[in-house]
């Protein structure tokens, strides 16, 4: 009886630990499943929340343009049109070049977004001998050439071979031979225009002896030469004042018209929403008040 007895309580037991071990084995299945979807949720969550992190950040984020420029007045006036820009999320990045050769290369190589320093004529003869296909997408400024003293203090008293010094490109060259002929000082052929160069001079009557130097060269050049035809963002970096000048081109004239100072690119980016934001700002009015107050008519807006 006794033996019947255990036997039937192990039986007993035997059953009870089947039952809660089944029971166990299905808790954990049914835990599993129904953590399943609550383990994914978080990560979901997590997911959606980046993302509308993200999107509000976006608005945020700063774009960059890098332009290239001339210190001055160029440089000078880019760094105006800093805030209102970065008020729009765009940071401008200005590069401070002194020469009129690598802001062109910056932008073909691509380490530059645009450049502010030239006129169409340049960037045009540029082109044609670099084989290269930059833009402009906006005038900005023109800066009147001016006739500056040397050794000799007015035009009236330009000696029989007087030295004149003038930019050495093309394109000033001929801007220079324009305001001399301008003030009468020589003739040249009626075809030549904005494209003439010391070839096209007809009349000569003070047997002038041009000094070609490289445009930022000219003001120093100035103890050594009776008189320079000067660009204007050089003379003002020489210290010189367009008031000063012995002759300056009209500020409505075909010179303002051709020689306005220029944002050039490349092709791809002609139309790049920065770019053109930063077109707008200087040519708005607070960029026109500052050039005006700033440079005593060396430099003149054009909008």
């Given amino acids: 009886m006794k033996n019947l007895f255990l036997r ?112 169409v004529p340049y960037l045009e003869q540029f082109n044609l001998e670099n084989g290269s296909d930059l833009v402009s997408i906006g005038a900005i400024h023109y800066e009147p050439f001016g006739i500056y003293a040397g050794r000799t203090a007015e035009l009236s008293e330009l000696p029989d071979g007087a030295v004149v010094a003038v930019p050495n490109n093309v394109t000033n060259e001929a801007r220079a031979l324009l305001l001399l002929a301008q003030e009468g000082l020589l003739t040249l052929k009626e075809d030549a ?58 500020n409505d004239g075909l010179a303002a018209e051709t020689y306005g100072n220029i944002i050039a690119t490349s092709p791809d980016k002609a139309d790049d929403p920065a770019l053109l934001a930063l077109v707008e700002v200087l040519q708005g009015k607070e960029i026109s008040d500052y050039i005006n107050s700033t440079y005593d008519g060396a430099v003149v807006p054009l909008n």
Avoid: M, W
């Fill in 193 to 250: 225009g904005i494209n003439a160069t010391i070839e096209d001079i007809v009349e000569n009557p003070r047997n002038i002896q041009f000094k070609e130097l490289a445009p930022e060269q000219l003001v120093a050049a100035l103890p050594d030469v009776d008189v320079a035809v000067i660009n204007g963002n050089y003379a003002i970096e020489g210290g010189l004042h367009v008031s000063e000048a012995l002759a300056v081109e009209a």
């Fill in 8 to 119: 039937r309580v192990l039986a007993a037991v035997s059953g009870l630990t089947l039952v809660f071990s089944l029971a166990g084995c299905t808790t954990v299945a049914n835990t599993g499943g129904a953590q399943a979807p609550a383990a994914q949720a978080p990560s979901e969550a997590a997911e959606e929340a980046a993302g509308d992190s993200a999107g509000s950040e976006a608005p945020g984020e700063s774009i960059v343009i890098k332009v290239g420029a001339n210190i001055t007045p160029h440089a000078e006036i880019l760094e105006q049109a800093k805030p209102i820009l970065a008020d729009r999320g765009i940071t401008l990045e200005i590069v401070r070049l002194e020469d009129s050769i690598t802001p062109n290369t910056g932008v073909i190589e691509g380490s530059l977004d645009a450049n502010y320093f030239q006129h």
